[in-house]
């Protein structure tokens, strides 16, 4: 049998041919092997970068050329070549070797482009606005902004469109919209970084004719006050466009005062409050050539917002229109249309709309859930729970032209919803006139979950729509109401992250991301608790995700990047909070006072409140030993022993202030305190079973087998050892059981994503109550590591482990995830006397498979039996109930006897 290997899915910086390589980094290679076969290994890469596709052609590679390396890498391979030019096309090509020294054929040629030079004087044009509101007022206007050139006659070779907006802001060349992206740029710290778009325009320009470029803005963060955040000015925009001709001459095209602007039809436009769109001050071909725009005004050219901030290109994944979702309801109330989508989400709604009058204004209101006289949720009929909102009207507003066919959606703004309420709207409402947007950051969720228990389905239905719908430019705590900042507690949510969504999109999304917590470090001298923002509030189990969310990254990628790129800040994290117990009296152990909100949302006051040290320590000592790992990884070996010196001494201290030797319990003995000291490695080894056994004792008879823990600490209670220990039947019912508080409640209430509170359905107008939340998602965490089993045995997974907790009630349970290296799958079913397992390893890869069986004898694989006699499949050990194998890339089919001993016996 010949057996094939091939190099495929090429990526540079994680995106299959990315536009906007920063020439001033070091771009990483990727790509994933595809066997025929099992057992496939690479042996040894060669790479190829060329500045052409005829040198490429010919297997040379002009500007790079790694010649035959011995490595089984295939992640994150850092370019060691020349500098990169600004604005040049590069291709690149891998051949690779097998584990017998067999080589593949080249891989398809991929191309990345760079972006400017990462300068400020790299950008030729101006910042300009538009803003006709008094100084005294916040602006809330949306203009169009334009220019006209001509080129020469010469064909064009290359044309590329830079544009950043202070703001949100569309791009518009030639009257037609340019990229898909909506919401853009990304949300920042506008006085620290700026996100510009690259667009290649070539095809869109018009050689030797008039042609037009135009911005459409809008205000996004940047132009609210609202909370900690102060309103930085109007929205403005900066654009440059450089065009390259084929004799190599050059043209460029940029804003500056010669623009002209003019008010919009979207008078009004607010992220919170929403938009209002005036379609009787529509100017159709506004970015068209020859437009008349004579009575336009001139633009005004804006000083330097800041002195100091740096630009990036936007390399995280835009945020789009990804879907449509329709009504499952729609009924009359009062003269209104109260439209149900089956669906909590966060976007807009486009409505068509025909025989309106003139002026006739419609308005959409947007809500989460519905509510009954007694303020209730109603799942049937009722009011629209707009009280929830606080100081988010959620409303938009079409005044109609008054003739043809209308047809209207949003541009700056976005709600969290799932009901909308129309008033005044012209005549019967159809499912054929209304239709709502699904408004995110766009990734594929290409992971998989199944179980053959309906509820947990439904939770992970929750889950997997909780993190669409609040992932916009920064993982988002709710679309609903004033807020949607970037929580830094809603880190715990990445793993789940990596498991659901594409791992490179994801990837990108997160280093975005911790590239804003640097800035936040380099301007406050720590993190707080929501970034980007301008608040000081601190707290070590939130800003944790300044070195916990890091190592998630690294371990679902093996990008020793990740971790360079943080490590300053990761050690600066540590040593401020070592300083904050240094001002303590009890050596090692973070006062109280840092400690702002406790086990936020536990179900009772109490557990919020209690151990505030404790929980604070707890955070000290996971980041201090992650920074001592890093270390390790990074070649830092004094560091590695400094800081994996003072975890041990914050351990000893821990233990010491914290620890009941006599009743194994820690603190106060809530169900967090143990789930947050066994699940961040704080209990003595020799302690770990009897600490599970008390917190085992303290769920059943304290909390009656339900959760009793909150954002803080729930992480802990499912990914600790406490299914390890012999508990996988209760973490089971903890997660299954049907009662407030628990996962299942929701879904069984109606939910379709995970709510705020526990007990949301209760808390209508509280003041802090969202339907749509990014907590609780560590569940589906469970549900891939520990439930089916796929973990990262090494960084990166390289190593697989495939190790099920397989409780007693559930007769089956799957999931599939794509990890860097390709897709990982797994199947279990069980029965009285048989349990079996599918598994997949991607190419290049190897699998640690924890098969449950009452002997080594018992377990086959196909028709092969004992198993190890399969290929690619080695016995390695037995460990408690399970035959442990190691197994090669490939698919296998295991299956295994379960039935005691004495009971086979018997038959």
Known sequence: ??????????????????????????????????????????????????????????????????????????????????????????????????????????????????????????????????????????????????????????????????????????????????????????????????????????????????????????????????????????????????????????????????????????????????????ARAEQPGWASPDFDDGSWE??????????????????LPAIEVTNSIYPVDIYQDGGNWIVDFGQTLAGWVELTIDGASEGQEITVEHAEVLVDDDGGISHDSGYLNMEDLRDADATDTYIAKGYGTEIYEPRFTYHGFRHVRLSNYPGELSTNDIAAKVVRTEREADGRFSTSNDDLNDVHHMVSWGLRTNTHSIPTDCPNRDERHGWTEVFRGAPAEYYEYETE?????????????????????????TTPDQVDEQDPNWSKSSVQCVWHMYEHTGDERVLADNYEMMTQYVDYWQSRADEGIRNYIVPAEYNTFGDWLAPTEEEIRNDPALLNTVAHYQTTKTVAKAA?????????????????????????????????????????????????????????????????????????????????????????????????????????????????????????????RWDSDTRIGSGMNSFNHRLWMEVSEWFYAKLVGIQPATPGFERVLIKPQVPTGLERASAETETVRGKVAAAWEQSSDEFSIDITVPGNTTGEVWILANQQSAVCEGNICPAEDATGVSYLRREDDYAVYEVSSGSYAFTSNIEPADEQLDS
């Open 632 to 756: 390790t990884v990074l070649g830092k070996p004094d560091a590695a022993r400094t800081y994996d010196t003072r975890a041990r001494r914050i351990k000893a201290a821990f233990n010491h202030h914290f620890y009941d030797k006599t009743t194994n319990t820690y603190g106060s003995g809530d169900m967090g305190t143990f789930a947050m000291a066994l699940h961040g490695g704080l209990v003595p080894s020799r302690a770990e079973q009897a600490v599970a056994d008390e917190l085992a004792s303290t769920i059943k008879n304290e909390y009656g087998g339900k959760i009793g823990t909150g954002t803080i600490s729930t992480q802990g209670l499912l990914m600790s050892s406490l299914m390890e220990y012999g508990y996988e039947d209760l973490v089971y019912h903890l997660v299954t059981q049907p009662e407030n508080p628990g996962w299942v409640y929701m879904s069984r209430n109606g939910a379709t994503t995970l709510w705020e």
């Open 1 to 278: 049998m010949k057996w094939s290997v091939t190099p495929e899915n090429l990526l540079t910086e994680y995106e299959r041919e990315p536009r906007n390589i920063d020439p001033a980094t070091t771009p990483r290679f990727s790509w994933r092997i595809r066997s025929t076969g099992r057992a496939t290994t690479q042996s040894a890469y060669r790479i190829l970068v060329a500045s052409s596709s005829s040198i490429l052609s010919g297997n040379t590679g002009d500007v790079w050329d790694t010649g035959k390396v011995s490595s089984s890498r295939t992640t994150a391979v850092e370019y060691n070549g020349p500098p990169l030019k600004p604005e040049t096309t590069y291709l690149w090509k891998v051949r690779i070797w097998d584990e017998r020294g067999a080589s593949s054929k080249w891989s398809d040629d991929q191309l990345f482009k760079t972006a400017l030079a990462n300068s400020n004087s790299a950008w030729e044009g101006r910042w300009v606005t538009y803003d006709p509101t008094p100084s005294n007022q916040e602006s809330s206007h949306s203009p169009f902004l334009r220019t006209e050139f001509t080129l020469d006659s010469k064909p064009i070779e290359s044309a590329c469109a830079h544009v950043s907006t202070l703001g949100w802001g569309e791009l518009y060349l030639n009257g037609t919209k340019v990229g898909t992206e909506v919401l853009n740029p990304g949300f920042t710290d506008y006085k620290e970084q700026r996100l510009y778009s690259s667009h290649d325009v070539t095809d869109q320009l018009l050689s030797g004719r008039t042609n037009s470029v135009g911005l459409w803005l809008g205000r996004g963060f940047y132009s609210k006050s609202i909370h900690d955040w102060t309103s930085l000015g109007p929205p403005c925009g900066i654009l440059q466009l450089n065009v390259k001709y084929e004799d190599n001459s050059t043209e460029t095209v940029v804003t500056d005062a010669s623009w002209t602007a003019d008010g919009s039809p979207i008078t009004e436009n607010d992220i919170y409050d929403g938009e209002t769109y005036d």
């Open 505 to 529: 999109k994801t990837h990108r999304f997160y280093e975005k991301w911790l590239r804003d917590h640097r800035y936040d470090m380099r301007s406050k001298g720590m993190v707080a608790v």
């Open 298 to 315: 001139t633009v005004t050219e804006l000083q330097e917002p800041s002195s100091s901030f740096e630009w990036y290109p936007q390399r």
